[in-house]
């Protein structure tokens, strides 16, 4: 057994010998034929599988001719020079004689080298694969964008063809339009009293907006003039001028300039107006504020403070004496705060709430009752921003009115507020509009009136060169402490047809009615016109 165990080790450690010496194949079938005579076969044949694994990871032969394919070259030795193929043959005849002693030696533990040695083959790395959209690091295991195959042209916006083009001043974009009209009505004056007949009517506007890089400022003005043609029949005008300046503050934060004036006169109907008027008195209103707005954000936020300031002319009586209204004019002051949050500006919720101050030029009105007070306006709603197809807000609140008259009620009630913008496809726009406010009285212990105004307005636009219109209102005031109200309806079509980008033919039919709780006072309009207009 002593024997068996000797002569398989010592042919183990011969067969060894020979394969670090650089021997080929047929040396190594050679020495192991060799090994087999000398010793047990098992024990040789698992020598024999040792002597192939470390053949493979050792030596100077190719791993292709050692039969593994995993191995891209061999190994360099520590203790044995580089080996190259002309010196094969001579390494391998010095292998056979080596001796017991050097076997030992060679059979001692052997460190790896990483370093690569021989021929090796140069690897060409892949090319890698670029993705214009990614600007990381390329993967070769990436998709390829695939290239279209016609470049093309990005979609451009519609532009409308009979849109005015409006003209330059300094670094201001102008825009006018003037609408000539004239039509037959079933009552010319809309008022009571009124007659059929024709009447004509002048509506213009100016709007001029600034082409600045920074901060912008818009002014609008518009008039309108309904005339009967028929003789020492009244005139109703109006007019308005509205003007804002918004100033870029840091980001996020804008400074708002807002001023306007406007102009009208007050039906005979008007319960506040002294009776026996004969013609409509002048009503010129004032107003300014200035406000800071944060947006942007979860959290945004507006503080306004605001003054808006109303006069009353002269009423000319039936025995052609003039009445002053000097008691009914009034300035109101105003401090509004808004807090609005969402994580998008797509629906955000608000409250709003302002205090305010409204002073009568004189202490005392024509009954001496002192109608100056505190205005106290609470709000909560929602504000909208889908881009093109939803925008606007709308609120719900509650509002009061203290007067320092002891003898006067405090006339409060719910307010409804705000304007949505709504187009459901292409060429339609819809908006809806609601508007709540207080009215004053001249009567002695009355505490005036709440208004509710609520109107819808569509446009289609058929064809380029063609739209059609309609619009419905309602308007109801209450009057609180007299009790009843007045109620105004009125619906209209129209359509508009441009024969050119300046000249366009407008037709329009209206019906009105006006239901008053004042006996006498209530009378209905039907009108058909038909008019030019000039755009620039």
């Known amino acids: 057994m002593v024997n068996r165990l000797a002569g398989g080790k010592l042919g183990s450690i011969a067969v060894f010998t020979m394969l670090l010496a650089g021997g080929t194949m047929p040396h190594v079938t050679a020495a192991l034929a060799q090994d087999y005579k000398a010793g047990d076969g098992a024990s040789k044949a698992g020598n024999l599988f040792a002597q192939i694994r470390l ?14 394919p995993f191995n891209d070259g061999p190994l360099p030795d520590e203790n044995q020079p580089q080996v190259t193929d002309g010196q094969a043959s001579t390494d391998a005849a010095a292998a056979n004689q080596t001796t017991d002693a050097q076997a030992k030696v060679i059979a001692a533990p052997v460190v790896v080298s990483s370093e690569p040695q021989g021929r090796v083959l140069p690897v060409t790395p892949e090319p890698p694969v670029l ?38 001043v300094g670094t201001w974009q ?43 400022a818009q002014i609008e003005a518009t008039g309108s003039l309904v005339r009967a043609l ?17 100033l870029d503050l840091v980001d996020g934060y804008t400074a708002t300039l807002r001023g306007n004036y406007d102009y009208t006169t007050e039906p005979l109907t008007s319960t506040s107006l002294v009776s026996g008027a004969t013609q409509r008195p002048d009503v010129n209103g004032y107003g300014g504020s200035v406000e800071i707005v944060r ?19 002269s009423a000319t009586l039936s025995d052609g004496s003039t009445f002053s209204q000097n ?7 105003q401090l509004t705060g808004r807090l609005a949050f969402g994580p998008t500006p797509s629906l955000k919720p608000f409250v709003q709430g302002g205090i305010g101050k409204r002073v009568y030029d004189e202490s005392v009105d024509r009954n001496g009752e002192d109608r100056s007070g505190t205005l106290v306006d609470l709000r909560a709603g929602l504000q909208v921003d889908l881009h093109e197809k ?12 203290d007067f320092n008259a002891g003898t006067i009620q405090t006339l409060d009630g719910i307010t409804v507020n705000g304007t949505l913008n709504w187009s459901p496809e292409r060429d339609t726009l819809v908006r809806l509009t609601a508007q709540t406010s207080f009215g ?82 209530s009378w209905d309009a039907t009108s058909v016109r038909i008019g030019v207009a000039l755009q620039r």
């Open 131 to 168: 993705d214009p959209i990614n600007t990381a690091t390329p993967d070769p295991r990436g998709n390829l964008r695939a290239s279209p195959v016609e470049a093309g042209e990005r979609r451009r916006e519609k532009e409308d063809p009979f849109m005015p083009p409006g003209f330059r």
């Open 174 to 216: 102008v825009f006018a339009r003037l609408e000539e009209a004239i039509g037959y009505s079933t009552n010319n004056i809309f008022d009571a009293g009124g007659q059929p007949g024709a009447f004509s009517q002048t509506d213009a506007s100016l709007l001029m907006r600034s082409d600045w890089a920074r901060h912008e």
């Open 230 to 246: 028929s003789d020492g029949e009244d005139t109703i005008p109006a007019a308005g001028v509205n003007g804002q300046l918004r």
């Open 55 to 68: 053949r493979g990871t050792r030596g100077d032969v190719n791993a292709q001719e050692a039969g593994d």
């Open 327 to 333: 008691d009914r004019n009034n300035t109101l002051y």
């Open 440 to 521: 004053g009285s001249t009567t002695a212990g009355d505490n005036g009136l709440l208004s509710y105004y609520f109107q819808t307005e569509a446009e289609r636009r058929v064809r380029d060169n063609l739209a059609f219109n309609a619009s419905a209102s309602y308007q109801q005031s209450i009057y609180d402490t007299a009790g009843g109200s007045d109620r105004d309806y009125k619906v209209g079509v129209g359509a508009e047809y441009w024969v050119s980008r300046f000249v366009s033919l407008t037709a329009n039919l209206d019906y009105e009615r006006y239901d008053s709780m004042t006996p006498g006072n």
């Open 390 to 401: 939803l925008t606007g807000e709308m609120a719900v609140g509650y509002s009061w009115q």
């Open 295 to 313: 947006t942007g954000g979860y959290l945004d936020f507006s503080l306004r403070g605001s003054a808006d300031r109303e006069t009353y002319g």
